[in-house]
């Protein structure tokens, strides 16, 4: 069964960036279709990017420009790279392998002056 860990949140400055890693484990890392999605309290979870095994992603249009997902098959290692970060993205961010019950526990970002 894969199991997954965030890491890399934190506080930060409005412009500022964010590197969110997502450590796999227990199963076949480079099959899966990767995701990051985001959720604020009494919100829907939010699928905010995704990547294919062979790399091809895709990401929502608030994000685009701004954030950029990427994998390491070889290290079993997913990302999320976030640069000039507004309030509004200010959520815990989740990893999830899609069309399975793998989730991390998550990691919270913060933007905020």
């Known amino acids: 069964q894969l199991q997954l860990l965030e890491s890399g949140g934190g506080l930060v400055q409005p412009g500022g960036s964010l590197n969110l890693s997502c450590a796999a484990s227990?199963?076949?890392?480079?099959?899966?279709?990767m995701a990051w999605h985001r959720q604020n309290p009494g919100q829907q979870r939010e699928l905010v990017a995704s990547?294919?095994?062979?790399?091809?992603?895709n990401t929502i249009e608030s994000v685009k420009g701004r954030f950029t997902i990427s994998r390491d098959n070889a290290k079993n290692f997913v990302y999320l790279q976030m640069n000039d970060l507004k309030p509004e993205d200010s959520a815990v961010y989740y990893c999830?392998?899609?069309?399975?019950?793998?989730w991390g526990p998550g990691t919270q970002v913060t933007v905020s002056s």
């Open positions: 999830n392998a899609l069309a399975t019950m793998a």
């Open positions: 990547i294919t095994s062979s790399g091809v992603t």
């Open positions: 227990g199963s076949i890392f480079s099959i899966y279709t």
